[in-house]
């Protein structure tokens, strides 16, 4: 992220969820914050996530999950990157995250955990800081 540049978002819906309002909040609110967000639309499998995370070369990845399979999906995308050598971008995870799944998550390298209710403006400020600290 160069000085100046927009921070690049890639907002994904993996699995089978169906429900995207909460992902559309995200995408406008961020996009609003002056971020460039790209969002994959909704049943994409972690796989499609990590292609579009690389080939768009994005600083964060946020996967927003209803499904409840947050913990095997986010370890499929957290793999993924790895592989490609993208273990860089800043994961974070969006949802109805049950509390004791949330330690899970960050031990696999989740940055952040959102759940319903978050406010746009604390996520981006997350964001800015956590892109801060690994520049």
């Known amino acids: 992220m160069g000085e100046g540049s927009k921070i ?21 609110g961020l996009r609003d914050e002056g971020f460039e967000v790209i969002y994959t639309g909704i049943r994409q ?30 370890k499929k995308v957290m793999q993924g990157l790895k592989a490609k050598g993208a273990d860089d971008i800043l994961v974070t995870v969006g949802g109805i995250i049950p509390e004791e799944d949330k330690k899970t998550l960050k031990k696999m390298g989740v940055e ?14 997350f964001i800015r800081a956590k892109l801060r600290e690994s520049s």
């Open 45 to 74: 499998s972690p796989a499609q996530i990590v292609s579009a995370a690389v080939q768009e070369d994005v600083d964060v990845v946020g996967l927003s999950i209803l499904s409840g399979a947050h913990i095997s999906l986010t």
């Open 8 to 28: 690049r978002v890639l907002i994904a819906k993996p699995g089978l969820d169906g429900h995207e309002r909460g992902a559309h909040v995200v995408v406008y």
């Open 112 to 125: 952040g955990v959102f759940t319903s209710g978050a406010k746009i403006k604390d996520i981006a400020a």
